[in-house]
C-alpha cells in the first residue's frame, strides 16, 4: 500500500487557519483519489474533502464549503487541506487516505485503503 503521513495540526482560536499537509510514498497513478478525513472523540469518522491526482477535480462535504480548499503537487506527491475561518466544531484528528479509483463517481468512506496515521487540529472559541 502507499504510505501517508500527514502533518501541520495544530492549536488554533476560532476564525484562525491551518494548512495539513499529507505526503505520499512512491509515485502515484493518475487514477489515485486522496481524500481528508476528520474524526471527534465518540464520533463517527467523516468526509471533508477528496482531489482526483487526475485532473484535480474536488468534492467537498457541506460542512466546510467555502472555508476549506484541498490541493495537490504532483511533483511532491503531496496533498494538502487549507483551513481558514476555523470553528470549534471543526476540532478533530484529521486523517489522510487514498486509493486508486476508476469511476467516474467519487470513493465513499469504505472505498479507501491507504490511511495516514492522522493529525490533531484544535481549535477554541
Known amino acids: 500500500q502507499v504510505q501517508l503521513v500527514e502533518s501541520g495540526g495544530g492549536s488554533v482560536q476560532a476564525g484562525g487557519s491551518l494548512r495539513l499537509s499529507c505526503a505520499a510514498s512512491?509515485?502515484?497513478?493518475?487514477?489515485?483519489?486522496m481524500g481528508w478525513f476528520r474524526q471527534a472523540p465518540g464520533k463517527e469518522r467523516e468526509f471533508v474533502a477528496a482531489?482526483?491526482?487526475?485532473?484535480?477535480?474536488?468534492k467537498y462535504a457541506d460542512s466546510v464549503k467555502g472555508r476549506f480548499t484541498i490541493s495537490r503537487d504532483n511533483a511532491k506527491n503531496t496533498i494538502y487541506l487549507q483551513m481558514n475561518s476555523l470553528q470549534p466544531e471543526d476540532t478533530a484528528v484529521y486523517y489522510c487516505?487514498?486509493?486508486?479509483?476508476?469511476?467516474?463517481?467519487?470513493?465513499?468512506?469504505?472505498?479507501?485503503?491507504?490511511w495516514g496515521q492522522g493529525t490533531q487540529v484544535t481549535v477554541s472559541s
Open positions: 482531489i482526483r491526482w487526475s485532473g484535480g477535480s474536488t
Open positions: 512512491g509515485r502515484t497513478f493518475g487514477t489515485y483519489v
Open positions: 487516505a487514498g486509493r486508486i479509483w476508476y469511476s467516474s463517481g467519487w470513493p465513499i468512506i469504505n472505498d479507501y485503503n491507504d
